[in-house]
């Protein structure tokens, strides 16, 4: 992470018990619909490991590359809404709702 934004969430933050004060994963723009997300994580200013790691191969580095531009974005996203409506769901007695995503719940 960058260090001056990393030192500046340091100063949002109470205390390591710290469980009210929360901060934008999308600074700037959580409240659009829109490719900001990415521009951040270039930046080096995501909050998540998963975010940084984004940036540590050729490949996904490429990917937020191609969605900074243009309509990439919004075409991808479309098309990986419609890949997720094709999968199944569990209904009834085949799924279950967790209680902590987890792991599956004991009987």
Not at 5 to 23: F, S
Not at 51 to 58: G, H, P, R, S, W
Not at 80 to 93: H, W
């Amino acid at each position: 992470m960058e260090s001056t934004y990393a030192a500046l969430l340091k100063t949002q933050c109470q205390g390591p018990g710290d469980r009210t004060t929360t901060v934008e994963l999308d600074p700037g723009s959580f409240q659009n619909f829109d490719n900001s997300f990415y521009t951040i994580v270039k930046q080096k200013k995501g909050l998540f490991q998963s975010d940084a790691a984004l940036l540590t191969n050729k490949v996904s580095s490429n990917a937020v590359q191609k969605l900074l531009k243009g309509n990439d974005f919004f075409t991808e996203f479309g098309q990986s809404m419609k890949r997720m409506g094709a999968i199944g769901v569990l209904t009834g007695t085949s799924g279950q709702i967790r209680k902590q995503c987890g792991f599956v719940n004991s009987n």
